[in-house]
């Protein structure tokens, strides 16, 4: 056997690799810089690898096969990182899987605007300099009967730009049961504070009544506001103040009032069969002068942060600063019209904004699917699994509604050869990812979130796997 010393002296240099016959391929097919790169990469590794390594036994690489390591790494490299995944999990609005997935035609208009040049900030009446947020304002003052609206990135720098035009170096008075943590370190107190607002924490966690915010009023209150609970419940003996009562409070003490939907609707969704949630109509018909929700929660758009409310308030962000930084692309702009554009007609938003179609869909057509998949997949793969046809639930997601589960349907499997660990981690690292969910040592593909055009990956996939 070959000790380090030894073994360290036979890996090639990058030269001699460049020369050699057996890179031929490697040298025509990729960019020079990036292999050389990779190979150094690849050696460095290779040589760490050694150094560290206690026995050495099974670290002797050929030529050949530093080779094929360096095209499989350069492989990688070459490939995208940000791909296409199979969502199997049921969660509708998967935020580590992109939350909502938008509607073809929305996407076209991505692909139009942002290919060519367009009047993104031209006003075409007039020849002058526009604003980008013409585009989508008098849509959302329609749809939402606001006084006005604006766009930026998202609802956490929605929120931030808000507290900072109308509250900075002034206190603003929030119930103790709002005080929401979102995910990935979004939480409303650290917000407040790097808006420059101060956060006044009023009731309990259970109760807050109208009489804890105005004790809490004095000379330096610059707001109001409310949050929606999006992703808790506090359940029980339990009390908030009412949208209509927190503005007649704010209107007798000449306060704005603020609130924080979160995961904006433009739909009842109660009509369809899921719990009520209060809309963004509802929240601007309550007297809010401001209200603020996200573009790819419920609302099935693209990534963003959408403000309405009062022209004054409104005017005041528009100028600040930080909207300039918070400033939505014409990527976005064009998704987000062509999305709100879909909600002049209700039916045709529940059946064509990919969200509101999964959220609402019949089991029926869901066990009509799975029956699909599940006949492809007995024959191909039956042999070597158990499979099954299961009822299940589905989640909404990306903190919306968390207490209702949807009734579904799942295609349970049970692997024979391999475990259920095992295969969830092959679905997962397959070319297109396949991301499932396991409960009771059965791999679940729920099909609430699986598109009928992702059933030949699926196949294969498996096929390939189970073998
Ligand atoms: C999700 C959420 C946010 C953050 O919205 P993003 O669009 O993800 O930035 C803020 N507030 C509430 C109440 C939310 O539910």
């Given at each position: 056997?070959?000790?380090?010393?030894?073994?360290?002296?036979?890996?090639?240099?990058?030269?001699?690799?460049?020369?050699?016959?057996?890179?031929?391929?490697?040298?025509?097919?990729?960019?020079?810089?990036?292999?050389?790169?990779?190979?150094?990469?690849?050696?460095?590794?290779?040589?760490?690898?050694?150094?560290?390594?206690?026995?050495?036994?099974?670290?002797?690489?050929?030529?050949?096969?530093?080779?094929?390591?360096?095209?499989?790494?350069?492989?990688?490299?070459m490939?995208?990182?940000?791909?296409?995944?199979?969502?199997?999990?049921?969660?509708?609005?998967?935020?580590?899987?992109?939350?909502?997935?938008?509607n073809?035609?929305?996407?076209?208009?991505?692909?139009?605007?942002?290919?060519?040049?367009?009047n993104?900030?031209?006003?075409?009446?007039?020849?002058?300099?526009?604003?980008?947020?013409?585009?989508?304002?008098?849509?959302?003052?329609?749809?939402?009967?606001?006084?006005?609206?604006?766009?930026?990135?998202?609802?956490?720098?929605?929120?931030?730009?808000?507290?900072?035009?109308?509250?900075?170096?002034?206190e603003?008075i929030?119930?103790r049961?709002?005080l929401?943590?979102?995910?990935?370190?979004?939480?409303?107190?650290?917000?407040?504070m790097?808006?420059?607002?101060?956060?006044v924490?009023?009731?309990t966690?259970n109760?807050?009544?109208?009489?804890?915010y105005?004790?809490?009023?004095?000379?330096d209150t610059?707001?109001?506001?409310?949050?929606?609970?999006?992703?808790?419940?506090?359940?029980?003996?339990t009390?908030?103040?009412?949208?209509?009562?927190l503005?007649?409070?704010?209107?007798?003490?000449?306060?704005?009032?603020?609130?924080?939907?979160?995961?904006?609707?433009?739909?009842?969704?109660?009509?369809?069969?899921?719990?009520?949630?209060?809309?963004?109509?509802?929240?601007?018909?309550?007297?809010?002068?401001?209200?603020?929700?996200?573009?790819?929660?419920?609302?099935?758009?693209p990534?963003?942060?959408?403000?309405?409310?009062k022209?004054q308030y409104i005017?005041?962000?528009?100028?600040?600063?930080?909207t300039r930084?918070?400033?939505?692309?014409?990527m976005?702009?064009a998704?987000?019209?062509?999305?709100?554009?879909?909600y002049?007609?209700?039916?045709?938003?529940?059946?064509?904004?990919?969200?509101l179609?999964?959220?609402?869909?019949?089991?029926?057509?869901?066990?009509?699917?799975?029956?699909?998949?599940?006949?492809r997949?007995?024959k191909?793969?039956g042999?070597?699994?158990?499979?099954?046809?299961?009822?299940?639930?589905?989640?909404?997601?990306?903190?919306?509604?968390?207490?209702?589960?949807?009734?579904?349907?799942?295609l349970?499997?049970?692997?024979?050869?391999?475990?259920?660990?095992?295969?969830?981690?092959?679905?997962r690292?397959n070319?297109t990812?396949?991301?499932?969910r396991?409960?009771?040592?059965k791999?679940?593909?729920d099909?609430?979130?699986?598109w009928?055009?992702?059933?030949?990956?699926?196949?294969d996939?498996?096929?390939?796997?189970?073998?």
């Amino acid at each position: 056997m070959l000790d380090k010393k030894t073994l360290l002296s036979n890996i090639p240099s990058v030269d001699e690799l460049l020369n050699d016959e057996g890179m031929k391929n490697l040298i025509q097919s990729y960019p020079r810089p990036l292999l050389v790169d990779s190979i150094r990469k690849f050696l460095n590794n290779y040589r760490q690898t050694i150094i560290s390594s206690k026995d050495i036994s099974d670290l002797h690489l050929d030529k050949e096969e530093i080779i094929q390591k360096i095209s499989g790494l350069i492989n990688k490299r070459m490939s995208k990182n940000l791909r296409n995944a199979i969502n199997a999990t049921g969660v509708v609005l998967h935020t580590n899987l992109g939350r909502a997935c938008l509607n073809h035609e929305v996407m076209e208009s991505i692909i139009k605007i942002s290919s060519r040049y367009s009047n993104l900030e031209f006003d075409l009446e007039k020849g002058v300099r526009g604003s980008r947020y013409n585009h989508v304002e008098e849509i959302l003052r329609y749809l939402t009967k606001a006084e006005a609206a604006m766009v930026v990135n998202n609802n956490a720098a929605a929120v931030m730009l808000v507290l900072n035009t109308i509250a900075q170096g002034g206190e603003v008075i929030v119930s103790r049961g709002q005080l929401v943590e979102i995910g990935g370190s979004f939480r409303i107190p650290d917000v407040m504070m790097q808006s420059g607002a101060k956060l006044v924490e009023v009731g309990t966690t259970n109760k807050t009544h109208w009489w804890d915010y105005e004790s809490a009023i004095n000379d330096d209150t610059k707001a109001l506001m409310k949050v929606h609970t999006s992703n808790y419940r506090i359940i029980g003996f339990t009390e908030e103040v009412s949208s209509e009562e927190l503005v007649a409070l704010g209107r007798k003490k000449n306060l704005p009032v603020i609130e924080d939907l979160g995961s904006g609707m433009f739909i009842d969704l109660s009509k369809y069969g899921l719990p009520y949630e209060p809309t963004v109509m509802e929240a601007v018909a309550s007297g809010m002068d401001i209200v603020t929700f996200s573009g790819d929660k419920m609302l099935g758009g693209p990534q963003a942060g959408i403000i309405v409310g009062k022209k004054q308030y409104i005017e005041q962000m528009k100028k600040n600063p930080l909207t300039r930084a918070f400033r939505i692309d014409k990527m976005t702009l064009a998704a987000l019209e062509g999305t709100l554009r879909l909600y002049y007609d209700e039916e045709k938003a529940i059946k064509e904004i990919p969200v509101l179609r999964m959220l609402t869909e019949d089991n029926k057509e869901i066990r009509r699917r799975a029956e699909i998949l599940y006949n492809r997949l007995v024959k191909t793969i039956g042999h070597r699994c158990v499979i099954a046809i299961e009822d299940d639930y589905s989640e909404v997601g990306g903190g919306s509604m968390p207490m209702y589960k949807i009734p579904t349907t799942v295609l349970s499997i049970l692997p024979e050869n391999i475990s259920v660990n095992q295969l969830e981690n092959k679905l997962r690292n397959n070319e297109t990812p396949i991301i499932v969910r396991i409960y009771k040592d059965k791999v679940l593909l729920d099909m609430r979130t699986i598109w009928e055009d992702e059933f030949d990956i699926i196949e294969d996939a498996l096929t390939k796997v189970l073998k």
